[in-house]
C-alpha cells in the first residue's frame, strides 16, 4: 500500500485480466501502520494480519474490481 502523496490524477489502462483496488479513508491512517518518513505502510490490505495488526480491523475499507477481456 501506498498514499499518493503528489495528490496528483492518474489514468489506468488494463487490457486484460483484472486489477482490483482497496481504498482507505484518510483518517484511518493510524489503523494502517504506516511506516515513518515514508508514503507505505507494513501491513498488507489484501492479506490481512489481524493478529500482527489489530488496528486494521478498525479502518473503513473501499473495494473496487475492474474486470478485462479482449
Given at each position: 500500500?501506498h498514499?499518493?502523496?503528489?495528490?496528483?490524477?492518474?489514468?489506468?489502462?488494463?487490457l486484460?485480466?483484472?486489477?482490483?483496488?482497496?481504498?482507505?479513508?484518510?483518517?484511518?491512517?493510524?489503523?494502517?501502520?504506516?511506516?515513518?518518513?515514508?508514503a507505505?505502510?507494513?501491513?498488507?490490505?489484501?492479506?490481512?494480519?489481524?493478529?500482527?495488526?489489530?488496528?486494521?480491523?478498525?479502518?473503513?475499507?473501499?473495494?473496487?474490481?475492474?474486470?478485462?477481456?479482449?
Open positions: 500500500m498514499v499518493d502523496s503528489g495528490g496528483t490524477n492518474f489514468w489506468l489502462y488494463l486484460s485480466g483484472k486489477k482490483e483496488w482497496r481504498f482507505f479513508d484518510p483518517w484511518d491512517k493510524i489503523n494502517l501502520y504506516g511506516v515513518p518518513t515514508s507505505h505502510f507494513k501491513m498488507d490490505a489484501f492479506r490481512p494480519d489481524y493478529d500482527k495488526f489489530p488496528l486494521y480491523a478498525r479502518a473503513t475499507q473501499y473495494h473496487g474490481k475492474l474486470i478485462c477481456c479482449l
